[in-house]
């Protein structure tokens, strides 16, 4: 999330923003998984800079259930609070819903063999709970559990790294109904599940993330309500935040337990924050949106405490020192083996605490575009937390593609995955154990409260058709991908 509560509403998941007008062109069937080639016209803007990556290091793309499968109603799959929550008149701009964004659950094997064709090494998913547990709690939906099989089964088959993700975003609505992840109970619940895959899948799939953006699901889902549940609740917030940490914790207590010698990680979309100006250098207002931003989740997981500045604000966090229990800070510090980091954008803020932008932004007008503040974050990382092994687990940009016949030409798209790689390269020089970059995005998909007004794919997605295209990008990414470099 890059839109913590005292931003201004200029952030992320803003609701307006047109849709493209699609060209009328070639479906590909579910079956017949022709791939179409990346084109080799059209090089990238910028000359190789000649910097290379570690022996080792992994390419990889990310995507996430909700915003890219559709089938919402396919092989007994219960209903998420995405799917309540666009069935909601005016929450999504232009009324979309994710029933059938790309359509992946049906073209999944036309969208490994785009990956495979790009040489992408390591692919980051997610699993749809309700998928597997259409209730939220119970015994596991066989019929779910096979698509993820077959997904990961055609993963290996082309020699493409599993990297599953437990939790992104779609919580079973029936758990919903019993409070969601403000009440306690819904921590459990997610273990349980976590459990049932760790049996189902945890033998072929070598990396496990346990919760995307908690930052993402108590700032937008419960305090500025863009995000599903939709809550404005800052109060709930703060036992969402709590409960989110809870669910991680004991998530990777369950897989330890599965005796997996396998990994896990937490997903922390972390920001670096800059003072403003010089007035508001080394102010409490930078020291507090720091925490909100980011020791929230870093200190309880790799330190198991919270932000003692924070706590001390007995007002401000008086729910949050509520739901904390005996016991939970030791689950929630539950050694993991890696820290994925989503990076989209710095955070400047005054001496009012006021979230100031000072960088141009992308059309995604939340995100301000800041390379260095990648390099930064890691380093912070590091300096902080120790020599903890690192995964980018999600960095990108949406831009307006439009395809002109077979071709999208997307440079600025180029540019952004080119000075953030630089950042991660610098990162990298400077110490930080950075072992893998997933791009976001593979494909044009459902980017939440804005929709399908917005396109972070390297592959267009004609929505009407299902036709994909590779975008300039995507040739570019298999350029570096084959050079190990930029
Ligand atoms: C997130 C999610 C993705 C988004 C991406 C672009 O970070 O919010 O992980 O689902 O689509 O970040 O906003």
Redesign the pocket.
């Known amino acids: 999330?890059r839109q913590p509560s005292q931003s201004p509403r200029l952030s992320?998941r803003s609701l307006v923003g047109a849709m493209i007008t699609l060209p009328t062109a070639i479906t590909l069937g579910c079956d017949s998984h022709s791939v179409p080639t990346p084109r080799r016209r059209g090089a990238s803007p910028s000359p190789p800079e000649g910097r290379r990556f570690p022996d080792g290091f992994r390419w990889g793309v990310a995507t996430?259930a909700y915003?890219i499968e559709g089938a919402v109603k396919a092989d007994g799959r219960g209903q998420s609070i995405w799917d309540a929550f666009c069935a909601v008149p005016g929450r999504i701009s232009g009324g979309d819903t994710g029933e059938q964004a790309a359509d992946h659950y049906h073209r999944y094997l036309t969208d490994l063999d785009i990956m495979q064709s790009l040489g992408v090494q390591t692919y980051r998913f997610s699993i749809a709970w309700p998928r597997i547990q259409p209730d939220g709690r119970g015994s596991a939906n066989q019929r779910g559990l096979d698509f993820y099989k077959r997904l990961v089964d055609g993963l290996l088959e082309r020699g493409i790294e599993p990297l599953a993700t437990l939790y992104?975003?779609d919580l079973p609505q029936a758990l919903q109904e019993t409070g969601g992840w403000e009440q306690r109970d819904t921590a459990q619940r997610f273990a349980d599940y976590a459990a049932i895959m760790f049996e189902a899948l945890g033998s072929s799939v070598p990396t496990w993330a346990t919760i995307?953006?908690p930052k993402?699901i108590a700032e937008v889902g419960y305090v500025s309500g863009f995000h599903a549940p939709g809550k404005r609740d800052p109060e709930a917030a703060w036992a969402v935040r709590h409960h989110l940490l809870l669910a991680h914790g004991l998530a990777v207590r369950a897989f330890r337990d599965s005796g997996r010698a396998r990994r896990i990680c937490p997903v922390l979309?972390l920001a670096p924050v800059y003072p403003a100006d010089d007035a508001s250098a080394g102010s409490t207002a930078v020291a507090v949106a720091d925490a909100m931003e980011n020791r929230i989740y870093l200190d309880p997981i790799f330190k198991g405490s919270y932000p003692q500045d924070l706590l001390a604000d007995q007002d401000k966090t008086a729910a949050l020192h509520r739901v904390i229990k005996d016991g939970d800070l030791n689950v929630i510090a539950a050694p993991v083996d890696l820290l994925g980091v989503?990076y989209?954008n710095p955070v400047y803020v005054d001496t009012s605490g006021t979230y100031v932008m000072k960088h141009p932004t992308s059309m995604?007008t939340w995100q301000q575009l800041y390379p260095d503040g990648l390099h930064d974050v890691l380093l912070r990382v590091r300096q902080d937390y120790g020599d903890i092994p690192i995964s980018i687990t999600?960095n990108?940009i949406?831009t307006d593609d439009a395809p002109d016949g077979t071709v999208v030409y997307d440079p600025e798209r180029i540019e952004f995955l080119r000075t953030h790689l630089a950042a991660v390269h610098r990162a990298i020089e400077d110490g930080v154990g950075v072992e893998s970059y997933y791009l976001?995005?593979l494909l044009d998909?459902f980017?939440?409260s804005a929709g399908y007004s917005q396109r972070?794919g390297i592959v267009y997605v004609d929505f009407d058709s299902q036709q994909r295209i590779p975008k300039d990008s995507a040739q570019w990414y298999q350029d570096t991908i084959a050079r190990n470099g930029i």
Do not use: D, F
Request: aromatic content about 22%; glycine content about 4%.
């Open positions: 999330m992320r996430s915003q992104h975003w995307n953006e993402t979309n989503n989209y995604a999600e990108g949406p976001w995005s998909n980017e939440w972070w």
